[in-house]
């Protein structure tokens, strides 16, 4: 059975920067699209950006371009998600995730979340 596990979460400051890494347990996931989301306390849960494990296409959502990277090791089944410039509505639980053909309709594996807070 696939897991899912994120680390690297954290307080930080405004402005810092954090590395979040999602490691991918139990299986492989080629074909599969590897994304991040977040959701913040009372909204609903917001698609951040993805990459694929065949490729290195990334594609991110407007809030966070030109300040958030992901990245991946295909050896360690490890996803990343750097984090740069932070602001406070950035504060919200980070998950990853894994989809294959239903442009994160539905996707197949979901990690347990890890918690960013940003505040001085």
């Known amino acids: 059975q696939v897991q899912l596990l994120e680390s690297g979460g954290g307080l930080v400051q405004p402005g810092g920067s954090l590395r979040l890494s999602c490691a991918v347990s139990g299986g492989t996931l080629r074909g599969y699209a590897m994304g991040w989301f977040r959701q913040a306390p009372g909204k609903d849960r917001e698609f951040v950006g993805q990459i694929r494990w065949s490729g290195d296409t990334t594609y991110y959502a407007e809030s966070v371009k030109g300040r958030f990277t992901i990245s991946k090791e295909n050896a360690k089944k490890t996803v990343y998600l750097q984090m740069t410039s932070l602001k406070p509505e950035d504060t919200a639980v980070y998950y990853c995730?894994?989809?294959?053909?239903?442009?994160?309709?539905?996707?197949?594996?979901w990690g347990q979340g890890t918690q960013v807070t940003v505040s001085s």
């Open positions: 995730a894994a989809d294959q053909y239903t442009g994160w309709r539905h996707p197949q594996y």
